[in-house]
């Protein structure tokens, strides 16, 4: 297929992007490169630079590519940062968004793989967090991602839009060429990892005084690999649907660090901080769903093999695609 991917520079949408150019699939990057990197970009792929912002930059791509998908990775996805302008978080992620859907349908594209989010549900009353639990965000990210869901509904009911949006969980780890490098990092391994590599002092621990077993939140941290292949698989999809996508397994933040302390052999100092604004407790994610119907299988079960993967490309990458 012929696929157009929005935000194929960034460190989620770049692997896709890869994983799609493996299976023979023919790609065409959109993105402002802002956040992204054009060293990100797998040479096989086509590169438009636009700004989803702007609607002719993205109508005018999707008529000159007629591409037969979209995958929309391009998107700010920082909760802190959202907390404070949250002005950037609804314009980008949907007005630009917007924007991507009326350039779709004008052109009669109308297969769409949505990146959305765990954020969207906020503190879950259980966990697993399957697809029945209601959806009450905290932060404007979150927000946000569940906004473009609920308009998404009625592209697909008024303009016969389908669509697959997958709410990922904690993406985490790397290929051997494609990893993770935001220009502002604030996720927790690669600042991790960072600090085994002596680019930082230590790693700040925000909140030691959550009602988990040893006091810091946890997440369920799924490798890229397992998170592109749910993307290949919902291609193929016919009848829109929502997926959470997580491996099922909740890591808290000082099990993450002493997993990255065993993978690389060193001593990783912490400093305990405050909680940081807009972090749920516990997040892990009921991904029966799209296992039964799309038959998706994490590949990367424990923790070590994630955070092995992404050792290997930071020690690559020391300073990220940039140096
Ligand atoms: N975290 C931390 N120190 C850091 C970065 C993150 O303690 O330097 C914590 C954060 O508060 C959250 C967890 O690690 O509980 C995962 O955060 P991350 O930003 O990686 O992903 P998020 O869950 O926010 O999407």
Redesign the pocket.
Known sequence: MKILVTGGAGYIGSICVEQLLDRGHEVVVFDNLTEGHRKAIDPRAALVVGDLREPESIAAAMRLNKPEAVMHFAAN????ESMQNPSKYFRNNVSGGIHLLDAMVENDVRRFVFSS?C?TFGPPERVPIDETLPQRPINPYGESKLLFEKILRWYDEIHQLRFVALRYF?AAGATSRYGEDHRTE????P??LKTALGQRDN?????VDYETPDG??I?DYIHIIDLAQAHILALGVEKSAFYNLGTGGGTS?RE?IQACERVTGKTIPVVE?P??PG?PPR?IAGSDKIKGELGWKPAFQSIDKIVESAWAWHQIYPRGYED
Not at 186 to 189: P, Q, S, Y
Not at 203 to 207: A, F, L, N, S
């Open positions: 996805a920082l909760v802190g989010t954020a904690n604030t996720h927790l391994i600042n991790v790693v700040e621990i925000y909140g810091t939140c997440r933040v993450i901080k909680r940081r972090d997040l």
